[in-house]
């Protein structure tokens, strides 16, 4: 009996051998995982390095495999989709990095949506379209930060000027408050209130769908700094007043007024007279 006790006695686990296997296993867990994250972030890394050495030459292969369908393997265009004669990268930048191109369906307008290249492909597909048939490009610095033009000594950036070129040139589609506005047959004109310099100016010089194109007869270099300034400087501007209403202007101030406003009257009449009775 003594000698039976005494094997069970040895047969027993240590209370602490539970929580020092269950160390043991997470720690071992631990180090595959950070192992594990630590190869994916290599991985990564040498992607994105890849992807920054995209060349022209690999523009040419992005483009024939998801735009030569419907442009055309030479750019002349098919009866699918227009040339692209002409456009330059910077049209070719603005299609594909707001999503519209390429297109899910045809339609009045192409909608943005979420982009389906890297900013690496885009520039490289933009690359390769200039390459062959050169158009618009991008601006210079200057013109987006809304310094002064460093070759124009008397120039500096004036928001006020550019608030209403806005308004002359652009608010009757877009909206004063560039909140975006309709156009005949489903079109609209979208808004600007979150959209880049980059593509405020890129939309300006290359005209996409239903935008009219600005030349420097239109508004020089420096009237669009001034514009894309101005637009700039309303996104990060603080709403003063109250609710915007969707910045639509005395459409939705009167619709609020006439069912808020006149809404209200009715039921104050309706319980003064029920009071009255």
Same mark, same amino acid.
Request: aromatic share 4%.
């Given at each position: 009996m003594a000698r039976e006790k005494k094997h069970r006695s040895r047969g027993r686990r240590s209370p602490f051998a539970a929580a020092a296997l269950i160390g043991a296993g997470l720690l071992l867990t631990g180090g595959v995982y950070?192992?594990?994250?630590?190869?994916?972030? @290599?991985?990564?890394?040498?992607?994105?390095?890849? @992807?920054?050495?995209?060349?022209?030459?690999?523009?040419?292969?992005?483009? $024939? @495999?998801?735009?030569?369908?419907? =442009?055309?393997?030479?750019?002349?265009?098919?009866?699918?989709?227009?040339?692209?004669?002409? *456009?330059?990268?910077?049209?070719?930048?603005?299609?594909?990095?707001?999503?519209?191109?390429?297109?899910?369906?045809?339609?009045?307008?192409?909608?943005?949506?979420?982009?389906?290249?890297?900013?690496?492909?885009?520039?490289?597909?933009?690359?390769?379209?200039?390459? +062959?048939?050169?158009?618009?490009?991008?601006?210079?610095?200057?013109?987006?930060? !809304?310094?002064? &033009?460093?070759? &124009?000594?008397?120039?500096?950036?004036?928001?006020?000027? !550019?608030?209403?070129?806005?308004?002359? &040139?652009?608010?009757?589609? =877009?909206? +004063?408050?560039? @909140?975006?506005?309709?156009? $005949?047959?489903g079109k609209y004109a979208p808004a600007l209130t979150s959209t880049s310099a980059l593509h405020i100016y890129a939309a300006m010089v290359t005209g996409p769908q239903n935008m009219p194109v600005f030349g420097d007869t239109n508004l020089s270099t420096e009237d669009k700094r001034d514009i894309i300034a101005a637009l700039v400087f309303q996104q990060n501007e603080v709403q003063v007043g109250g609710f915007t209403l969707g910045s639509l202007g005395p459409v939705s101030e009167g619709l609020f007024i006439w069912i808020f406003g006149i809404?209200?009257? *009715?039921?104050?009449?309706?319980?003064?007279t029920a009071k009255s009775n």
């Open positions: 950070a192992g594990a994250t630590a190869a994916m972030g @290599a991985t990564a890394d040498t992607q994105t390095s890849t @992807a920054a050495e995209l060349t022209v030459a690999d523009g040419q292969k992005l483009f $024939t @495999a998801n735009c030569a369908t419907c =442009h055309g393997m030479d750019l002349q265009g098919t009866s699918e989709g227009p040339s692209l004669i002409g *456009v330059g990268e910077l049209s070719v930048e603005f299609q594909l990095a707001t999503g519209r191109m390429p297109l899910q369906m045809q339609g009045p307008q192409a909608p943005q949506k979420a982009p389906q290249f890297t900013e690496a492909q885009i520039r490289a597909m933009a690359a390769y379209v200039q390459s +062959v048939a050169p158009g618009p490009t991008y601006p210079e610095d200057w013109v987006l930060s !809304g310094e002064a &033009n460093p070759e &124009n000594a008397s120039d500096e950036r004036n928001i006020s000027k !550019g608030a209403e070129l806005f308004r002359i &040139n652009c608010a009757m589609c =877009h909206n +004063v408050a560039a @909140a975006g506005g309709a156009l $005949t047959e809404g209200a009257l *009715v039921a104050l009449t309706v319980w003064i």
